[in-house]
C-alpha cells in the first residue's frame, strides 16, 4: 500500500526548509534585537486549558488526544450505545493537541510567573492544529510566529512592535500597509450611534468591508438588529478618507461624548505621532523623520477578533501581491483571567510564515545565499585521493564554506550530475597530478572555468 499523510498536512523537502529557515530566522534575529527571548510549550495540552477559550466553534475544532492504556475501561455500555460523542471525549480524552500559541502562552505566564522578569517579552513559533476542512491556504498543521509583552500597559510596546514589524518587511523586501485601529474607538463608535450593546456584532461585519462590500455590510448590520438611523450614522465612519490626523480629528469630533472613544484616539494618537518622528520634533538632536519605511494606516474598518483584543489593533498586507493578512496583533488586557490571575496587560503581533512564504515565492526575494545548501563538492577518484582531500575538507569547513565528499569513488560523470542537481557552485577535483604539484583543481560549474590552486587559494576564493 502506498504510504500517505493526514490530510490538512504537508511534507518539506529540503528547498522548502531552506526557504522557510530563511523567514524563521530573520523574524528571530528581530525580535532578539528588540529584547525578546524564546520560549517553547509543549504540544499537547491539557484540554481543561484548551477547553471554553475559542467558543463554541473552537472547541469542535480541538484535536483531542485519547487516553493510553484502556481508554474504555470506566465507559458502561449504555454509554456507548447513546454515542454522545462530547460526553465520551470528555471521558476518554484529558489532552489534546494546541489550537493557537496564546492560551498556552497565558498557561505558562500563570505557571512560572516567579520566576518571569516583568515586563515579559517573549516569541515562540511552533505548528499548532486545528481539526478544520482542509482548503487551499488552510492547514490542520501550520506554523505561528508570535511575539507579546505581559505586564506593561506603556504604549511605547505597541510602537516598537510597528517598528518590528517594519524591519521585518523591509528586511524580507516586501513592501507593505501597516494597518492600525482601537477597540476603544469601536466601542466609542457603537455608543454614539445608540447600540453599545451590538458592538461585536458592528465590527464582525464592518470587518468584512473589504471582501463583501458596503452594501452587504448594512445588510449584515440589519439582520443583526440595527435601525435604519443607526446604519446611516456609520456610513461617514466607514467611508472616512484624508491622512491620519485628519481622521483622527474627524473621528474624536464624532466622539466627544464618549470617555472611551476618547480615550481610543488618544493612544492611537501617541502610538502614530511616536512612529512619524512627531514626538520628537522639539528634539534638536536629531532629524525629523518617521521611523517606519512603510505606511501606517488608520482604517477605522478593522476589528480583528474583538472579543480578545481591548486597546490598539494591528493588521499587516502586501502591497505587490494579491494575499490576505501576513501579520497582525493587539493589545489585550486580561490575557490570563482565563486561569485565575487576572489585570496582566499585554499585546503581541503574529507573523503568518506560510503566507510569508507565497509571499516571498510570488515576488521571488529568496536571497540565492539562503537557499544553498552545499558551497563545494570534493570529487572521489578513490582511496589515496580521498586521504590527500579530507584534511583539505576540514580546514574548508573550519573556514565556514559548507562542503562535501562524494562518498562512493564512481563515474565523474555521476558525480558531477549530483553537484548539478543539488546546484552546487564549485568542485574540487584532486588526481595524481593535482597531488604531485600539493595543489587542487576548483572547477566552476557554471562557467566550467578551471584553476590549479593551493588549499589556501582554494579557501580564499570561495570565502
Avoid at 552546487?424 to 584532486?430: E, Q, S
Avoid at 588526481?431 to 604531485?436: F, H, L, P, R, V
Amino acid at each position: 500500500m502506498k504510504p500517505s499523510i493526514p490530510k490538512g498536512t504537508r511534507d518539506f523537502g529540503p528547498m522548502e526548509m531552506a526557504k522557510r529557515n530563511y523567514i524563521f530566522n530573520t523574524i528571530r534575529s528581530v525580535y532578539e534585537l528588540y529584547g525578546f527571548q524564546q520560549i517553547e510549550t509543549p504540544a499537547q495540552e491539557t484540554l481543561q486549558t484548551l477547553m471554553g477559550k475559542y467558543g463554541e466553534e473552537g472547541d469542535k475544532l480541538l484535536f483531542k488526544i485519547l487516553n493510553s492504556g484502556d481508554y474504555l475501561s470506566k465507559i458502561d455500555d449504555q454509554e456507548l450505545t447513546e454515542r454522545n460523542t462530547l460526553r465520551l471525549a470528555s471521558k476518554i480524552c484529558e489532552k489534546g493537541l494546541r489550537y493557537d500559541l496564546t492560551v498556552p502562552f497565558a498557561r505558562y505566564v500563570v505557571m512560572h510567573r516567579e520566576e518571569l522578569q516583568l515586563p515579559f517579552k517573549r516569541y515562540q513559533v511552533q505548528p499548532v492544529w486545528r481539526a478544520d476542512r482542509p482548503q487551499k491556504g488552510r492547514y490542520r498543521e501550520f506554523y505561528q510566529f508570535d511575539g507579546d509583552v505581559v505586564g506593561s500597559d506603556s504604549l511605547l510596546n505597541e510602537v516598537e512592535l510597528m517598528q518590528i514589524v517594519d524591519t521585518v518587511f523591509t528586511r524580507f523586501g516586501v513592501r507593505v500597509q501597516i494597518k492600525i485601529n482601537n477597540r476603544k474607538i469601536l466601542t466609542g463608535i457603537a455608543e454614539v450611534i445608540g447600540a453599545a450593546d451590538k458592538i461585536v456584532d458592528i465590527t464582525v461585519a464592518i470587518d468584512k468591508l473589504d471582501k463583501i462590500g458596503i452594501d452587504n455590510v448594512n445588510a449584515e448590520l440589519r439582520e443583526n438588529g440595527l435601525s435604519e438611523e443607526q446604519i446611516q450614522k456609520l456610513q461617514p465612519i466607514i467611508a472616512l478618507e484624508g491622512t491620519n490626523d485628519e481622521k483622527l480629528n474627524t473621528i474624536a469630533e464624532v466622539l466627544k461624548d464618549s470617555e472611551v472613544g476618547l480615550k481610543g484616539v488618544e493612544e492611537t494618537r501617541y502610538i502614530l505621532n511616536m512612529l512619524s518622528g512627531k514626538a520628537a520634533a522639539n528634539s534638536s538632536f536629531f532629524t525629523l523623520h518617521s521611523s517606519l519605511k512603510n505606511e501606517i494606516q488608520l482604517d477605522l474598518t478593522l476589528a480583528r477578533g474583538l472579543s480578545y483584543y481591548t486597546g490598539a489593533i494591528f493588521e499587516v498586507k502586501a502591497l505587490d501581491t494579491p494575499m490576505g493578512s501576513i501579520s497582525g496583533g493587539g493589545r489585550y488586557d486580561n490575557l490570563t483571567g482565563i486561569f485565575g490571575m487576572p489585570g496582566l496587560s499585554g499585546v503581541g503581533i503574529s507573523f503568518g510564515v506560510d503566507r510569508i512564504y507565497d509571499v516571498l515565492n510570488a515576488l521571488d526575494l529568496y536571497p540565492k545565499d539562503s537557499l544553498q545548501t552545499t558551497q563545494v563538492l570534493f570529487i572521489n577518484f578513490g582511496e589515496k585521493e580521498t586521504a590527500y582531500c579530507l584534511p583539505v575538507i576540514g580546514q574548508v569547513r573550519q573556514a565556514g564554506i559548507r562542503a562535501e565528499i562524494y562518498p562512493d569513488s564512481t563515474k565523474m560523470k555521476k558525480q558531477m550530475s549530483y553537484a548539478n542537481a543539488k546546484q552546487i557552485p564549485y568542485v574540487v577535483l584532486a588526481g595524481d597530478n593535482e597531488m604531485a604539484a600539493g595543489k587542487l583543481t576548483l572547477k566552476n560549474m557554471n562557467t566550467g572555468e578551471q584553476t590549479l590552486l593551493t588549499a589556501e587559494e582554494v579557501i580564499s576564493k570561495l570565502s
